[in-house]
């Protein structure tokens, strides 16, 4: 069953403009969400978590559990945000489900 | 601190022949994961350990793979024979296990084309 969808593939916006990644979840528990990042080049690593309700890298997520969404947000997109963005839930403790990933290009 | 180290990063290797990727985890790391990542899609889970155990290996095609992960540091995660479809990145990943934060460390994958 899939648990985590990221409805686009690919988002393209320009350097200043907002953007937002959609994230939708399945899950009957609680969830545990996270945004992870891949930048060219790089290793996946993690971007932030819904618990810890913090912003990074100008990066915000909010947990609707309503709609059953975690979309990632950030007011102002920069060239160096560019990257393949993959939404994450976690049950158990241990297992992790991932979406099928955003790319999200900022142009100049 | 070098982060999770895998290898070989990139592998070519004719269908029907067997390989084997190679993960030392970050010290300390209790859970190990490995995850298939097929073009264009998320990691999937294919194993988890916890210390030397597999505790879920539900999504592992057991007629050709097989990891190990003896005494519960480095893993390795073996093919035999390899076929088309498993051309993909083999992401391995370690966290400190426990009540879980979250966070895991991925290392860089080993990028797998089956000929």
């Known amino acids: 069953a899939q648990r985590v969808t990221q409805p686009e593939k690919l988002l393209s916006v320009f350097k200043g403009a907002p953007v937002e990644l959609k994230c939708n979840y399945s899950y009957s528990g609680s969830p545990e969400l996270f945004w992870y990042v891949q930048y060219s080049r790089q290793r996946l690593q993690l971007l932030l978590r819904?618990?810890s309700r913090e912003s990074i890298k100008g990066f915000t997520a909010d947990l609707n559990k309503g709609e059953t969404s975690f979309h990632l947000k950030k007011p102002f997109a920069q060239e160096e945000d560019s990257a393949m963005y993959y939404c994450?839930?976690?049950?158990?403790?241990?297992?992790?489900?991932f979406g099928s990933g955003t790319k999200l290009n900022v142009k100049p | 601190e070098a982060g999770v180290v895998q290898s070989p990063r990139y592998k070519i290797i004719e269908k029907k022949q067997p390989v084997a990727f190679w993960c030392n985890p970050i010290?300390?790391?209790?859970?190990l994961y490995w995850y298939l990542q097929n073009l264009g899609q998320g990691p999937e889970l294919l194993i988890r350990?916890?210390?030397?155990?597999?505790?879920?290996d539900s999504q592992l095609p057991k007629d050709r793979f097989s990891a190990e992960r003896l005494k519960g540091v480095d893993s390795t995660l073996k093919i035999q024979p390899a076929e088309l479809g498993d051309s993909a990145v083999y992401l391995c990943a370690s966290s400190l296990g426990g009540r879980n934060t979250g966070e895991l460390f991925f290392g860089e994958g080993s990028r797998l084309t089956v000929l």
């Open positions: 010290s300390g790391h209790n859970t």
């Open positions: 819904h618990i």
């Open positions: 994450a839930l976690m049950r158990n403790f241990n297992k992790f489900y």
């Open positions: 350990y916890e210390n030397e155990e597999a505790v879920d």
